[in-house]
């Protein structure tokens, strides 16, 4: 039998266990929901295929879970998270439910059927005795991505630094399912300035304006955004003085950078530290710096994305896509260790982070399938 019609007799299981995976709440900070997903997680694994679980304790955040199979020389990493953005009681409030083809519920989309997808592709290779001989696939799930990978990044770089070939489970493009060959890396800043604060009616020339101070930056940040290369440079927040009639001696601002190479990260880093202050007297701070390295499209990712084009145009007839993205996954870290990687490769849907997420039933048994397909083929 052909993988694609088995995982389409599959469907019903898998909607089913989807069910009970979203319904158990996993926001990435709290610890015993952590406890409760990963168990169910180790159950399924168990009961699906067998294999080797290693769980990473963690006194933080959630476990992470490492499940092998197979012993062969090459080593082919997935990775998903099972936090989801969503608070405690999210899935009482609006549980799991399918209407008009499509499936709702917290974290669906984010990622908790691209982690199915990957079990479900991992066992139906099992069942036709198609788990290639040369190689252990490998799949890590942490509990952390949503915070930014605090506790789970150097495990992720560690497996990936290991790996021939990585897959991450995130979501694709909507609304079409394209696949993302690369991703913008991330870094974050926070400039603290300080004045001399004065009263503004009755000794004005006596102080010092923070915010007077602040404002020079943030025109100049907003000036480096050059959509050309891919470089945003946001100032995201500004806070600062006390009141209407004082001069402020005191004012903060966030940035958010976004870029395209790790050379432009570095260039623009060197430019965040060496910010000097422009009105005499005021002190100016800068904190933060690179986050998520960026996941450059390379001759080697980009042959994973054209041989999954290929096994969509031989088994479904149809075509494929990929695209880049401003926003981070795990596969920033994956790619930086030098690993070629292909993201997006979980459910097609939409509207990740919004009460309007949602997943397409019918394109799961397609989405499985390739998955499984890439395992044996890459
Ligand atoms: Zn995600």
């Known amino acids: 039998m052909a993988l694609y019609t088995y995982l389409q007799e599959q469907l019903p299981s898998f909607m089913q266990h989807l069910e009970e995976s979203v319904n158990i709440d996993s926001p990435s900070k709290h610890k015993s929901q952590s406890e409760k997903m990963i168990a169910w997680y180790i159950k399924v694994m168990h009961k699906l295929t067998g294999g080797r679980v290693h769980r990473y304790t963690n006194p933080t955040y959630g476990d992470q879970l490492r499940w092998e199979v197979g012993t062969g020389r090459k080593r082919i990493l997935l990775v ?7 608070p405690l009681q999210e899935s009482i409030k609006r549980p799991f439910r399918c209407q ?3 499936a709702y519920g917290p974290g669906v989309y984010d990622m908790k059927a691209g982690i199915l997808q990957a079990i479900f592709a991992i066992q139906a290779l099992s069942r036709f005795n198609r788990l290639p001989k040369d190689k252990t696939i490998v799949l890590l799930l942490t509990g952390d991505e949503e915070i930014g990978s605090p506790t789970s990044r150097l495990i992720l770089e560690e497996e990936a630094k290991k790996a021939e070939v990585a897959f991450i ?16 890396g991330s870094s974050q800043y926070t400039i603290q300035v300080s004045g001399v604060s004065a009263h503004a009616g009755v000794d004005h020339d006596k102080g010092i304006s923070a915010i007077q101070e602040i404002t020079y930056h943030i025109q100049h940040l907003h ?3 050059n959509y050309a290369n891919g470089t945003t440079v946001n100032v995201g927040t500004i806070t600062g003085g ?16 976004r870029v395209q190479s790790q050379e432009e990260a570095e260039r623009i880093h060197q430019l965040m530290m060496s910010l000097q ?33 290929y096994i969509c145009e031989q088994e479904f007839s149809c075509s494929l896509t990929e ?8 596969g920033n870290f994956v790619a930086a260790c030098g690993v070629p990687t292909l993201d997006g490769l979980g459910a ?7 009460p309007r997420e949602f997943i397409w039933v019918k394109d799961i048994p397609k989405r499985t399938t390739l998955l499984a397909r890439l395992l044996e083929e890459c």
């Open 100 to 102: 008009d083809g499509k």
């Open 169 to 184: 489970l995130e979501p694709p493009v909507a609304p079409h399912g394209a696949l993302k060959t690369w991703r913008k």
């Open 348 to 354: 097609s849907g939409d509207y990740a982070h919004s």
């Open 80 to 86: 998903g998270h099972y936090d989801t953005v969503w």
């Open 277 to 309: 202050p422009v009105l005499p007297g005021t002190k100016l701070v800068v904190k933060g710096g690179i986050n998520r390295p960026p996941m450059e499209k390379t001759e080697k990712s980009y042959a994973l994305f054209a041989l999954a084009k």
């Open 323 to 330: 695209e880049g993205t401003g926003g981070v996954s795990d």
């Open 223 to 225: 000036s480096l955004t």
């Open 242 to 257: 006390v009141g209407r009639n004082v001069v402020a001696d005191y004012a903060e601002a966030e940035v958010d950078v």
